[in-house]
C-alpha cells in the first residue's frame, strides 16, 4: 500500500465553545505547498482580549481586503472554501489527501465546518480520517503538552496563533516524531 499524501493543517477560531467561529486556516503539504487564509465573516463579538493580542494582532491582510493575494487569500466562509477546495484539487492527483493537525477536537471540526459539515468534505480530496500529532507523540511516549516550537527546533516565536506557523510547527513535529 502506498502512503498517502500529508496535509499539515491549524486553524485559529473565535473560542473554545460550540459556537466558536472560523478567523483563519494554514496548511502546509508534505511537498512544501502552502495555503493561507483569514475570513472576513468571523464572529467579531466573540473576541475577547486574549484574541485580540494573539491571534488578531497576527492576520496578515486588513479585514477590508478580500481576495487572492500574493501570501493568500482574504473573504469570507463561501470563498475561502472555493479556494481551499481548488488548492486540495491540485494535490489531491493520487487520491483522498490525509490531513493532520495538532488536537483533531477544535481544527477538524472547523475544517468541516468550511464545507457545511463533515459529511460534505469532498471525498475525492481529503481523507475522511483524520489524524493529529497529540496522539503521535503519545504513541512516541512523550507528552502531549510539550512545546511544539521547542521540539520541533524552530526558534522564533513571534508567529505563534498565525495558523500558517502552527501548520508549518505541526508538520516539524510530525517529521521529527517519525524520524524517532
Not at 521540539?151 to 517519525?178: P, S, Y
Request: charged share 30%.
Amino acid at each position: 500500500m502506498s502512503e498517502k499524501r500529508k496535509i499539515f493543517f491549524d486553524t485559529e477560531f473565535t473560542g473554545l465553545h460550540q459556537k466558536t467561529t472560523l478567523i483563519s486556516i494554514g496548511l502546509v503539504a508534505d511537498t512544501g505547498q502552502k495555503f493561507y487564509a483569514e475570513l472576513t465573516d468571523y464572529d467579531r463579538s466573540q473576541v475577547d482580549d486574549w484574541l485580540r493580542d494573539n491571534v488578531i494582532s497576527r492576520l496578515k491582510f486588513a479585514e477590508t481586503v478580500h481576495g487572492v493575494l500574493p501570501e493568500g487569500y482574504a473573504g469570507d466562509t463561501v470563498h475561502v472554501k472555493e479556494w481551499l477546495e481548488s488548492w486540495l484539487r491540485g494535490l489531491a492527483t493520487d487520491g483522498p489527501i490525509e490531513m493532520w493537525s495538532d488536537c483533531l477536537a477544535y481544527d477538524w471540526v472547523l475544517f468541516c465546518q468550511l464545507w457545511g459539515g463533515a459529511l460534505e468534505v469532498p471525498p475525492r480530496y481529503v481523507h475522511y480520517i483524520p489524524m493529529d500529532i497529540c496522539t503521535l507523540f503519545k504513541v512516541k511516549d512523550i507528552d502531549p503538552d510539550i512545546n511544539r516550537e521547542e521540539f520541533a527546533e524552530m526558534k522564533t516565536k513571534a508567529e505563534k496563533h498565525n495558523a500558517l506557523w502552527d501548520a508549518k510547527v505541526i508538520k516539524a513535529c510530525h517529521d521529527k516524531l517519525m524520524s524517532m
